[in-house]
Every structure is written in C-alpha cells, then in structure tokens.
C-alpha cells in the first residue's frame, strides 16, 4: 500500500536504477574487483607470471634422490658381492686333497703317488686349523672324471686341493692347485721339484703352503730326525698294500724299512 505521507520512502536515484521502457529498470553501480582469499601452499594468481615456472615440490626431489641412491646401493652390493666371490683370499674352512695323479708313466708307481697323499692329508691336518676331509672319503675319486663342484659338495668342503706327482731318477716333480669349490676358480697353484732325498720332506712343504696361503696355519713343531729315502719308499709301499688288504705282503716292507732304518718310528707302526 501506498504511503500518502510519503515517509520512510527512499528516493530513486536515476543513476542506479533508471527506468528501461517496458522492461522495467535497470540498476547500475560501480563494479570493484575483490580478491580471493590466499589458501595456505598455494601461490595467488598475481604472483604466478612474476615467480616463473613452477618448481617441483621438495618432496618430490627427496624421492627421487632416495630411489636413485637405492638403485645405486643394489648396484654397489652386488660388484662387491661378485667380486668376494672371486677373492682369492676369501674364507676357506674346510678342505679335501684328491687323490694324486701318477705322472710318471709307469703304474708301479701308484702306491708313490697314493703314499705322497697320504702324507699330504696328514700333514694339512697336523699343520692347519682347516677342516680336512679324512683319505677313505676322498679315495673314491682317484681318477674320478666328476666336475669339481659336485665332488666338493658331496664331502661337504669349501675348496679342493688336486695335481700330480711324477718320480724319476733325477728326483720327483709335484704340481697342486687349490680350487674354490663355490666357485669353481683357482685361488693358488704352484710346482716343487726335488732330488730323491728331498722327497720325505715335500709333503710337509707343500702342506705348509697351502696353509700359509689360506691364513690357516699353526706355529709348526721343527722336525731335526732324518728319514733315509729308501725306508720312506718302503713304507709308502708297505701301506699301499695296506690299504689294498694284502697285509702279509705290506708286513714284508714295513719290515724293511725298520731294517733300513731302525729308528723310524712310522715303519715300526705299520709292523703293529
């Protein structure tokens, strides 16, 4: 309802709302532009073209940086790893001394090359704090064609310890070679010669080697007493026929090289 006083009406102001014919008004004001309110992590609109570029996100970069250096670890570990592997030097606990061969082209010689054997074995186990593998286990590979690997595996060992022994008049020629079995590489080979009389002793030398390369040897009790050469071959043979049951037989030479030699302890053992 219409006000006849008029009061409390507010005036038209033509500016704002002047009248559209047959449309009705239309209202105009000036127009200001309000800024949104800045939200916390983001950059407002005005400072986008002015900062440049966006930049990646710090955490992104510490990500990326972590998965490289992972990558790079893997890679470290598994060189160093594989290179372990080849290490000569490395950890060696446990060893088995094949029987060795018979070079000298003359098969009466086996009970020398099998007797030389025998020494060895003793000798590593007397001169080492290696494991060694005893001789009725590792005689059943004399002239054993199986890869290195399986042997070893099958008598539980870290290496093996393989050559060959040839005897002549001139003296006696040893080649051995130490075999990581894990591996399947050489971690140390060498050859000895030496005259006849130098014989007795080449089982001891070549024991002590082997020890001193894998840091595995015990201080070594000098041996002054002299063993003769030929009561040495005497009871080499004596035990080779031993070893093959033909006692009576093996008797006759352990009793010769006591004749030989009367006080060589090792002939009068095979005798008992």
Partial sequence: PQ???GAGRRPRTASIRPTVTGKGYRFIAPVSEIPAPAVEGTTPPSLINAAGPPRARPSIWLGSLGIATAIALVIVLTVAGRNRLRD????????AVLPL???SGDSGQDYF??????ELITMLAKGSTLRIVSRTSVMQYKR???????IAHKLGVDAILEGSIARSNSGVHMIVQL??????????AESFDRDTSGSVSLPREVAQSVARRLRSAVPATPSTRYVRPEAHDAYLHGRYLWFTDHNDKAGEYFLKATQLQPDYALAWTGVA
């Fill in 3 to 5: 006000n006849p006083s």
């Fill in 101 to 103: 061969d018979n070079l």
């Fill in 113 to 118: 090359a099998d007797g030389m054997t025998d």
């Fill in 144 to 150: 054993a064609h199986s890869l290195l690997p399986e």
């Fill in 88 to 95: 000569p030097k490395l950890k060696i606990a446990s060893l």
């Fill in 179 to 188: 075999i990581d079995a894990r591996t399947d590489t050489h971690v140390w």
